[in-house]
């Protein structure tokens, strides 16, 4: 029997080949002693009605050894049959990879599956390759990237994102005994209904250990949760299917998406702290660029783009400490509206008599570096580029193609077309200083086209070369993701944009929900925010300017409300919150997140080195005159050195005290951000 065990930082990952080399099974994942004992997983008693397969612990699962469980990988040939029978014909790797075989002779297929444990991480990557070796075409009907086995026995609390436009990243969760539970998104785009995320935990210890998988793949996806007879879980992850199934021709080779799985001992919060960490590892030298305080005007202006406003509110901007001036939609030609100008991007003369580049040397002036929006996957129908390029449009024959948001998609599958949106992009880049890129994608994709391609796979492997050229090309432009709010937040979107937008709802109450659920899955270095004037879509109760400020700088700070409309006062007030934002913007970055409540008063700490920053938001309606008796609520903070000393604004407490006490609060503001900071060498 071949054992392989893959160590990260406090966990085990140990998969194993039986002798008779018919699959691979999970042998133990959890911390690191659960890979000294025997498997807990392994299935005792034996099988009368089912073959052994359905009931072992299998780490891929074909149709044809597995018949009646979950599989991931179905694959038809010429002669209608979709099932294999492949055996393992070798290993390779060591260390922190592995890949195991598997062929199947007679249909001329192997299956290759794919290990990753990055250095001091607690997750696995996993992905699968297949290889047509035959002389038959082939096609993969189910094509996941991994199942994940989770050592439950009692059954599982699933917890997973959901959402819409304006309410994304809501929490949700699911006691789930026996049966299956499924969330996909087949909008072409990760979209706003469902985040590809799921977590789980034996529902006998809801709040301990606790699994996650996640999908780095910015198309159509799936996930599953599986508990069987027994109260085992089973996570399938992968790209969505096709309606006809993904073609592999002789001689061709298929390779799925990255399969993201994670393990923390401390349960939920620290589940999301190991997605935080492998995220952040993901971002590699990038994270230590400072995320800069930006100010977009879209809010202000809307479509109504003129280079003396731009400049007016920039001068008030500058006032509030801003540090990048974002000028969104509307700056091209033909853009009055929404209903014209995609796909044409030329900067607009009426917008900008003077040419952009004088507008950007008037903001450097001001000491302020300049961002621009794009949606270069889109285009509207009455453009030149519509016009002269019909061909590119994505469509079915004979049908006319679905309109959202008066806004068509580009064939992105298509070389040429991908070819044309780097060119675009890279002489905006090229020709104007310009520091922040703002990559929107306001529409999901429902037009299929010929389905004997893959125009799923085609998209989304064009969009991922483009952002990575960017990457390699322009290394000093900070991009941002976004996508009508946070419809294209995901694995492969970490990888390659530096920020990610979660949701075009400001309002403060619902975007601190909506940041609490976005944290669960994804780092604080991710989440771009906002400072606006909005009102709530869902709960509209007033904050103070202080506590819209708290929200927005728990991630990365920007300001999007018309300063035109800002009193000398707010200026002011923000401008201190801006500074003290500066001093602390990389403990948010790389600091390890610890929510110390979650309601009436929301706590967070984060946590790096010497130094935490603590978040207090008061959610339901705070006694801030003080007109009432009372008592300062006190939220005891963690990871601080019980023997040192530490400054909380202007008192000094022992650690000891703060751990156990904690930091108080006197209720008369309906936020606060404090600082502290260790005093001992």
Known sequence: MNRWTLRGATTSYVVEIPEHGLWAALVAWGPHGVADGPSTIAPVGTEHFLPRADVEPLEYAVRGVRYTSPTELVVSGPDGSDELRPTFTGATGG???????????????????????????????????????????????????????IPTTNGAIVRYLWGEWNSEFQRGELDLRRGRFTIDSRQGITGHSYSPFLSVADAADATGTTWGVQLAW??????????????????????????????????????????????????????????HAYQRSLAGERLGLERKVLYNSWFATEFDVRANHQLELARRAVRAGVETFVVDDGWFTGRTD????????????????????????????????????????????????????????????????????????????????????????????????????????????????DQRRDLDGGVVTNLYKILDRLRADHPRVFVEGCAGGGARVDLGMAARADTLWPSDNT??????????????????HLMSSWVTDAEGTHDGRERSLGFRFHVAMAGGLGIGADLSRWSDEQLEIAAGHVAQYREIRQTIAEGKLHWLSDGPVVGAQYVGGDRSVVFLWNTCDANVR????????????????????????????????????????????????????????
């Open 95 to 149: 260390g922190d990879s592995l890949e195991l075989t598997f062929a199947d002779e007679l249909r001329g297929l192997r299956v290759v599956l794919h290990y990753r444990v990055p250095a001091d991480l607690d997750v696995v990557e996993r992905w699968v390759s297949a290889h047509n070796d035959g002389s038959d075409q082939l096609r993969l009907h189910q094509h996941d990237s991994a199942g994940f086995v």
């Open 218 to 275: 910015s198309g159509s996806w799936q996930l599953s949760a599986d508990v069987d007879t027994t109260g085992q879980t089973r996570v399938q992850a992968g790209r969505g299917p096709s309606t006809l199934g993904l073609a592999l021709p002789p001689g061709a080779s298929w390779v799925s998406p990255v399969a993201v799985g994670a393990c923390s001992t401390e349960g939920p919060d620290g589940l999301a702290r190991v997605f």
């Open 338 to 449: 929404d209903t014209a100008g995609l796909g044409d991007w030329e900067v607009d003369p009426a917008a900008f008599p003077d040419g952009l580049g004088t507008f950007i040397a008037n903001l450097k002036d001001l000491g302020l570096g300049f961002g621009l929006w794009v949606e270069p996957e889109s285009v509207s129908p009455g453009s030149e580029l519509a016009a002269k390029h019909p061909e590119w449009i994505l469509r079915t024959d004979g049908r006319e193609p679905v309109q959202i948001r008066n806004q068509l998609l580009l064939d992105l599958s298509r070389d040429d077309v991908a070819d044309w949106i780097w060119e675009t992009l890279d002489r905006l880049l090229s020709s104007y200083e310009i520091s922040y890129l703002k990559w929107d994608a306001n529409r999901s994709r429902l037009d299929a086209g």
């Open 507 to 524: 309002a403060p109450l619902d975007r601190l929900k909506i940041q609490r659920g976005f944290l669960t899955g994804y780092s604080p």
């Open 626 to 681: 003080g007109t009432l008796p009372t008592r300062p609520r006190a939220i005891p903070l963690v990871q601080l050195d019980p023997t040192k000393n530490y400054r909380v604004g202007d008192e000094v407490h022992p650690g000891s005290y703060l751990l156990q006490v904690g930091v108080r609060w006197d209720g008369t503001t309906d936020s606060n951000c404090l600082v502290v900071e260790a005093l001992d060498a």
